[in-house]
Nanobody, 125 residues
Framework: QVLLEESGGGLVQAGGSLRLSCAASARTFSYYRMGWFRQAPGKEREFVAAISGSGGSTYYADSVKGRFTISRDNAKNMVFLQMNSLKPEDTAVYYC??????????????????WGQGTQVTVSS
């Protein structure tokens, strides 16, 4: 069982930045690939970014590439999402997720077994 708790969401103007954090309770945190997903009202949950257990590989949705950066601190069981140049279309609830690293479909919600409760990000124009 892995418990995940996101923090760092809020209201920001377009062009601004936010840093999301996710604290994980896991004995072997480095075993898990970590992902960030988001869900806007009336839309399906979509992939944002993922990072391998070691942190050596990162993956991004095209819509956030070059603006968002995912990172992790295995010593502290934390994963982060630095979001720069935010746009109104980034408004959503952002979820942290954990899944076994051997599953290759990092962009799919089905590749993750554990989910946080989510944190709201609102970008005003």
């Amino acid at each position: 069982q892995v418990l995940l708790e996101e923090s760092g969401g809020g209201l920001v103007q377009a062009g601004g930045s936010l840093r999301l954090s996710c604290a994980a309770s896991a004995r072997t945190f480095s075993y898990y690939r970590m992902g960030w997903f988001r869900q806007a009202p009336g839309k399906e949950r979509e992939f944002v970014a993922a990072i391998s257990g070691s942190g050596g590989s990162t993956y991004y949705a095209d819509s956030v590439k070059g603006r968002f950066t995912i990172s992790r601190d295995n010593a502290k069981n934390m994963v982060f999402l630095q979001m720069n140049s935010l746009k109104p279309e980034d408004t959503a609830v952002y979820y942290c997720a954990a899944g076994p690293g051997y599953i290759s479909t990092y962009y799919s919600t089905g590749a993750y077994d554990y989910w946080g409760q989510g944190t709201q990000v609102t970008v005003s124009s």
